[in-house]
């Protein structure tokens, strides 16, 4: 071989081992920027997912601590009442993403809440061997913390699918909100862009190998040019990538050129595109939602000031008002009426409003009939909602004069169990005014005004009822002071010498007073001893002429301390009834006994009319047994003789 030969594959040689350096290099740099941009894309759209699964959960479960703080009358210990709520599963099961949902269990493990009916209520506990991923993570939310992770998921197909799970805890209850998907949901797009990378990759290694077989020169060169040319659009878009992950969308920009670097930007760009319209539409979404859930929790909150200030409200006309004014306040209708039905069930009247015209129908107290057309008088008559969106297309609607801009009525029953007692009456002056949202408030607020009205009406009659018995108490007391009074009045007397009695009729002879007069001299004090408000006696206080007259604050002490004879002497009388109750009853006990303990009936009728006598301490007393035709005057008779063939007994009483 020559010189110039070996020269020449000398530097063929060593052109060829630079450019196969160069290009070792290029396809290095180029694999690394692949994976590079391949890691920061799957990482980015992976984050984003997690994140999307988070603010789920959150929501859900910020959704449910609302409506169960609105809702206190909703008893977390009972699962049946819990789980048989419509408005608490609807916020409980929401979509996550394309396949995924939220659930809800307690801090037992019970699952509440779920998409399949056949979960609802099982032991999640149960799923620790099939599912042992998915348990270990339910488990530790069990105390109440915040947790989330990565599960496997077996598929029908026997394929195993990667799920990432959020659970948070709902404040101030046991329950927590469980929110799940599939993590490749949120990495298919960069999935696809990683086989375009692969592609293009695989494409820019041919073009070096056969742009190597050139020559070492030509090849060195076109490695050197193909490597920056590659590397340094590359590195845009790795930055770009980068970029997008901190949430910059508009980082990436599509390349106008042909090559594979500008399928591989349009193909980013694509991707990019289609992850920002996916959250701008996730953040409307939580936007219409969030606007929702604030209205919702106003009109609830106005159903819940009612049933508080209701609560505080005794008069029945001052609740109404108070109610159709909050209806006017949060719910913005022109018109607000609240009908009662009278004692009969013929008529409902309408007793309260909020509007210039339904004013002046209350002072010409309008009514409607029951079985007549219009909506009050279908709701009063079938205590069922009644919704008309559009009066003019709805053949039940009666035009009232007094309210002309009406384009719109609903009719909600004020029911006590299954008995109507009233009508809640909106009206707007926009056609389809109302949203089912609004009609199933407006029914909890129907309920609540329905229930304080039935509770002002209970507590009006009892308070009469109290009144009555009162005074009749009070009446039946006098009587008996009256009747222990009559023959003789109680009547005591302190002097130095001590406390005596006396007569009563004498001792106001001689004090020359009369219950009520005042002494002129100021050295007499009397105070009248009252008992359930009647005067049943008089205290007297005298004091010498040398002494000093009676001060207001003696007076006073005086009066304070004769209040309270009066309930003691009630109290004294009470007692002595009720021992004489007892004695009685045990009187007739003790006879009871000596008699039921004679053998045959001569022992009877003795042990009878000796107990008799005994305890009614009688002279004589006589008992005869036997048939006769006329009732003989035992007073004047004398006792028979031992003769006679009625069995008869006597005993001279002690």
Same mark, same amino acid.
């Given at each position: 071989?020559?010189?110039?030969?070996?020269?020449?594959?000398?530097?063929?040689?060593?052109?060829?081992?630079?450019?196969?350096?160069?290009?070792?290099?290029?396809?290095?740099?180029?694999?690394?920027?692949?994976?590079?941009?391949?890691?920061?894309?799957?990482?980015?759209?992976?984050?984003?997912?997690?994140?999307? $699964?988070?603010?789920?959960? =959150?929501? #859900? &479960? +910020?959704?449910? @601590?609302?409506?169960?703080?609105?809702? /206190?009358? *909703?008893?977390?210990?009972?699962?049946?009442?819990?789980?048989?709520?419509?408005?608490?599963?609807?916020?409980?099961?929401?979509?996550?993403?394309?396949?995924?949902?939220?659930?809800?269990?307690?801090?037992?493990?019970?699952?509440?809440?779920?998409?399949?009916?056949?979960?609802?209520?099982?032991?999640?506990?149960?799923?620790?061997?099939?599912?042992?991923?998915?348990?270990?993570?339910?488990?530790?939310?069990?105390?109440?913390?915040?947790?989330?992770?990565?599960?496997?998921?077996?598929?029908?197909?026997?394929?195993?699918?990667?799920?990432?799970?959020?659970?948070?805890? $709902?404040?101030?209850?046991? =329950?927590? #909100? &469980? +929110?799940?998907? @599939?993590?490749?949901?949120?990495?298919? /797009?960069? *999935?696809?862009?990683?086989?375009?990378?692969?592609?293009?990759?695989?494409?820019?290694?041919?073009?070096?190998?056969?742009?190597?077989?050139?020559?070492?020169?030509?090849?060195?060169?076109?490695?050197?040019?193909?490597?920056?040319?590659?590397?340094?659009?590359?590195?845009?878009?790795?930055?770009?990538?980068?970029?997008?992950?901190?949430?910059?969308?508009?980082?990436?920009?599509?390349?106008?050129?042909?090559?594979?670097?500008?399928?591989?930007?349009?193909?980013?760009?694509?991707?990019?595109?289609?992850?920002?319209?996916?959250?701008?539409?996730?953040?409307?979404?939580?936007?219409?939602?969030?606007?929702?859930?604030?209205?919702?929790?106003?009109?609830?909150?106005?159903?819940?000031?009612?049933?508080?200030?209701?609560?505080?409200?005794?008069?029945?006309?001052?609740?109404?008002?108070?109610?159709?004014?909050?209806?006017?306040?949060?719910?913005?209708?022109?018109?607000?009426?609240?009908?009662?039905?009278?004692?009969?069930?013929?008529?409902?009247?309408?007793?309260?409003?909020?509007?210039?015209?339904?004013?002046?129908?209350?002072?010409?107290?309008?009514?409607?009939?029951?079985?007549?057309?219009?909506?009050?008088?279908?709701?009063?008559?079938?205590?069922?909602?009644?919704?008309?969106?559009?009066?003019?297309?709805?053949?039940?609607?009666?035009?009232?004069?007094?309210?002309?801009?009406?384009?719109?009525?609903?009719?909600?029953?004020?029911?006590?169990?299954?008995?109507?007692?009233?009508?809640?009456?909106?009206?707007?002056?926009?056609?389809?005014?109302?949203?089912?949202?609004?009609?199933?408030?407006?029914?909890?607020?129907?309920?609540?005004?329905?229930?304080?009205?039935?509770?002002?009406?209970?507590?009006?009659?009892?308070?009469?009822?109290?009144?009555?018995?009162?005074?009749?108490?009070?009446?039946?007391?006098?009587?008996?002071?009256?009747?222990?009074?009559?023959?003789?009045?109680?009547?005591?007397?302190?002097?130095?010498?001590?406390?005596?009695?006396?007569?009563?009729?004498?001792?106001?002879?001689?004090?020359?007073?009369?219950?009520?007069?005042?002494?002129?001299?100021?050295?007499?004090?009397?105070?009248?001893?009252?008992?359930?408000?009647?005067?049943?006696?008089?205290?007297?206080?005298?004091?010498?002429?040398?002494?000093?007259?009676?001060?207001?604050?003696?007076?006073?002490?005086?009066?304070?301390?004769?209040?309270?004879?009066?309930?003691?002497?009630?109290?004294?009388?009470?007692?002595?009834?009720?021992?004489?109750?007892?004695?009685?009853?045990?009187?007739?006990?003790?006879?009871?006994?000596?008699?039921?303990?004679?053998?045959?009936?001569?022992?009877?009728?003795?042990?009878?009319?000796?107990?008799?006598?005994?305890?009614?301490?009688?002279?004589?007393?006589?008992?005869?047994?036997?048939?006769?035709?006329?009732?003989?005057?035992?007073?004047?008779?004398?006792?028979?003789?031992?003769?006679?063939?009625?069995?008869?007994?006597?005993?001279?009483?002690?």
């Amino acid at each position: 071989m020559s010189i110039r030969s070996r020269i020449i594959l000398a530097l063929l040689l060593i052109g060829l081992l630079a450019m196969s350096f160069m290009a070792f290099q290029a396809n290095q740099s180029l694999v690394a920027m692949r994976n590079q941009a391949v890691s920061d894309g799957q990482a980015a759209l992976e984050e984003a997912g997690r994140q999307a $699964i988070r603010d789920k959960a =959150l929501s #859900v &479960a +910020a959704q449910l @601590y609302l409506y169960l703080t609105l809702h /206190p009358e *909703i008893d977390l210990s009972d699962p049946a009442a819990l789980e048989s709520n419509p408005d608490l599963r609807a916020l409980a099961v929401q979509p996550v993403g394309q396949t995924g949902y939220t659930a809800v269990h307690d801090d037992q493990g019970i699952n509440h809440f779920h998409s399949s009916p056949t979960v609802v209520g099982v032991d999640l506990a149960t799923m620790a061997s099939s599912r042992p991923g998915f348990w270990e993570i339910v488990q530790r939310s069990l105390d109440g913390t915040a947790v989330e992770g990565y599960y496997g998921w077996l598929e029908p197909d026997n394929t195993m699918r990667e799920k990432f799970m959020v659970i948070v805890p $709902i404040q101030g209850t046991n =329950l927590r #909100v &469980a +929110a799940t998907t @599939y993590i490749d949901e949120f990495s298919q /797009p960069g *999935i696809a862009t990683t086989r375009s990378l692969d592609q293009i990759a695989s494409q820019a290694r041919t073009r070096l190998l056969i742009s190597g077989l050139t020559g070492a020169v030509f090849a060195l060169l076109a490695a050197v040019i193909l490597g920056v040319s590659l590397t340094n659009p590359l590195k845009r878009i790795t930055d770009a990538a980068a970029r997008v992950s901190e949430g910059d969308w508009s980082a990436i920009r599509p390349l106008k050129e042909k090559s594979e670097l500008g399928i591989l930007s349009r193909a980013l760009h694509a991707m990019t595109v289609q992850m920002r319209t996916l959250f701008e539409s996730l953040e409307e979404q939580v936007a219409s939602r969030t606007k929702e859930l604030s209205e919702r929790t106003v009109q609830l909150e106005a159903a819940a000031q009612v049933a508080r200030e209701a609560a505080g409200i005794r008069d029945v006309q001052t609740l109404l008002d108070e109610s159709v004014r909050l209806v006017s306040d949060r719910f913005g209708y022109y018109h607000a009426g609240i009908y009662l039905t009278d004692d009969v069930g013929e008529y409902a009247i309408l007793r309260a409003t909020n509007s210039e015209g339904g004013r002046r129908l209350v002072a010409n107290q309008h009514k409607v009939r029951l079985g007549d057309p219009g909506v009050v008088s279908y709701v009063a008559s079938a205590g069922k909602p009644r919704v008309v969106f559009d009066v003019g297309a709805d053949d039940i609607f009666v035009p009232n004069p007094e309210l002309p801009e009406t384009r719109s009525e609903m009719g909600l029953p004020l029911k006590l169990g299954e008995r109507v007692i009233g009508v809640l009456d909106v009206q707007s002056n926009e056609v389809s005014s109302f949203a089912p949202e609004d009609i199933s408030t407006l029914q909890i607020l129907a309920d609540q005004v329905a229930l304080a009205v039935e509770n002002a009406h209970l507590l009006t009659e009892s308070q009469r009822a109290l009144s009555e018995l009162d005074r009749l108490y009070a009446q039946q007391t006098l009587q008996t002071w009256q009747k222990r009074l009559r023959d003789k009045g109680i009547a005591f007397r302190y002097t130095r010498m001590g406390i005596e009695p006396a007569d009563a009729t004498d001792l106001n002879s001689k004090l020359a007073l009369q219950p009520g007069a005042d002494d002129k001299d100021g050295h007499v004090l009397k105070v009248p001893i009252v008992v359930r408000g009647q005067d049943m006696g008089t205290l007297i206080l005298r004091r010498d002429a040398d002494q000093a007259v009676w001060s207001a604050e003696e007076a006073a002490l005086v009066k304070g301390t004769i209040e309270q004879i009066g309930p003691a002497l009630e109290s004294a009388r009470l007692l002595e009834e009720a021992q004489r109750r007892a004695a009685r009853e045990q009187a007739v006990n003790v006879i009871s006994t000596q008699v039921r303990g004679s053998v045959n009936l001569d022992a009877v009728l003795q042990n009878t009319v000796r107990e008799l006598g005994k305890a009614l301490g009688a002279s004589r007393t006589f008992i005869r047994f036997g048939l006769q035709t006329q009732q003989p005057d035992l007073a004047d008779a004398a006792p028979p003789d031992d003769r006679d063939h009625h069995p008869q007994s006597s005993r001279e009483g002690v």
